[in-house]
């Protein structure tokens, strides 16, 4: 196992999150002394397990203003993201085969819609303005009467950038198309209420809020209109014939806990972070070699993206990585290391993109972490001097 450099400052917090105390507090008791299975109807183990995750899926509904009965527990976003779109593709191929969505959706998305390419459906692929912004008129030019479904991410999970949702829906909802968004970023950091919103099916995930990894959800309006889909995964028919499977009733615990603890909280932790982001911020932009890439005036208020001008990015990534976990603008899944499809998506050339650095703040972010966190990237700038060209 590869040694944890002990002074690691914790800053990619929009990877993943520690759970809350209060979360894995909340978990405990559900592996051990109440480890019934929800299904279980004959018997008190099972009606403890079954009030649990009933109990869960109401914090969960009060986080987006929903009902509880229009929850569907998954083992988190990706795969919520792959029931509404295969399953709303599956149910109502009939009535057509149109998709839009968005060129900087996370993979989750983007993937799925190219199995359901394959699948026969043809998806539009909306782009981006220089901020990340979608352009609204350009959804309105895309829908079509054969359009079954718009799914737009709630706020990206590079840049922070949020998307105008309410006038997104509105417009999709107008020509007959269901509307769909990947909230896993936004959920529990800014509010997200799907009747606000005009929002038919959402997806989120835990451990992006202070929850348990394995655990989400699907929520799918019950009414006006109610939302149907095929079942990705066949078996006891749990969580109505949707999502067959034992339910992960420690996991499901751990999100309703973390979803009421952010219902709580994401107010005043917004506050904190917003101010310790633009902290950072204006440390890291005074050395005049950085830019952020996205709309300022519409960004999750934790979540900073830097572009650094002038700068190897590799050489970038490997230094500041000594002393802070942040993740860079470049996806490492080969070994030539491909720029983020988001910041290309917003213009950016594949060198300043691999000079990007995405540093997102989190609960447990203290101010003594960010300005150090600011004077280590500084001086690895310092130190690596601008490069002669780009
Ligand atoms: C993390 C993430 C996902 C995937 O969530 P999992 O629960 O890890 O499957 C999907 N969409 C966005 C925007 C994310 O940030």
């Known amino acids: 196992m590869q040694q944890m450099p002990e002074q690691l400052i914790y800053m990619d917090y929009n990877a993943t999150t520690p759970c809350d105390p209060r979360v894995v507090e909340a978990m405990l008791p559900y592996f051990s002394a109440r480890f019934g299975n929800a299904a279980s109807h004959t018997h008190a183990f099972g009606w403890e397990a079954r009030e649990a995750a ?28 792959n029931l509404a779109l295969k399953g709303i ?44 912004r979608l352009d609204p008129d350009a959804l309105a030019a895309a829908l079509t009467p054969q359009t079954l479904l718009v799914s737009v991410m709630y706020a990206n999970n590079e840049t922070g950038v949020i998307q105008d949702i309410p006038l997104l829906s509105r417009l999709s909802r107008e020509q007959g198309a269901l509307f769909m968004t990947d909230a896993t970023q936004a959920l529990g950091k800014i509010p997200v209420e799907v009747n606000r919103d005009g929002i038919d099916l959402l997806c989120c995930s835990a451990h992006k809020l202070y929850g348990p990894k394995g655990a989400g959800a699907l ?11 095929h079942p990705l995964i066949h078996g006891g028919g749990h969580e109505k014939g949707l999502r067959s499977g034992t339910l992960n009733v420690p996991g499901i615990v751990g999100l309703g806990a973390a979803a009421e603890c952010c219902r709580r909280e994401m107010q005043a932790d917004a506050a904190r972070l917003g ?18 890439n996205g709309d300022a005036g519409h960004r999750l208020p934790h979540v900073s993206n830097l572009a650094f001008l002038r700068t190897d990015g590799n050489a970038l990534l490997s230094a500041v990585t000594k002393r802070v976990a942040v993740s860079s603008g470049s996806a490492c899944t080969s070994a030539l290391p491909r720029p983020s499809h988001v910041l290309s998506a917003m213009g950016l050339d594949p ?40």
Not at 367 to 388: C, D, H, K, N, W
């Open 351 to 390: 060198s300043l993109a691999r000079a990007s650095l995405r540093l997102s703040l989190g609960r447990m972010t203290t101010p003594e972490e960010v300005q150090e966190a600011a004077r280590f990237i500084g001086q690895t700038l310092a130190e690596l001097g601008p490069t002669e060209t780009a």
């Open 275 to 292: 101010a310790l982001r633009d902290e950072l911020e204006k440390t890291l932009l005074r050395t005049g070699r950085a830019r952020i």
């Open 89 to 132: 593709f599956e149910l109502y191929r009939h009535k057509g085969n149109h998709i839009i969505t968005c060129v900087t959706e996370h993979k989750a998305v983007l993937d799925t819609c190219a199995e359901l390419e394959r699948r026969g459906a043809a998806v539009t692929y909306l782009p981006v303005d220089g901020a990340g």
């Open 219 to 229: 929520y799918l309006r019950r009414r006006a209109p109610r939302v149907r889909l």
């Open 54 to 81: 009933e109990l869960a899926r109401e914090q969960v509904a009060g986080l987006i203003g929903a009902e509880a009965g229009e929850l569907v527990f998954t083992s988190g976003a990706t795969e919520a993201i």
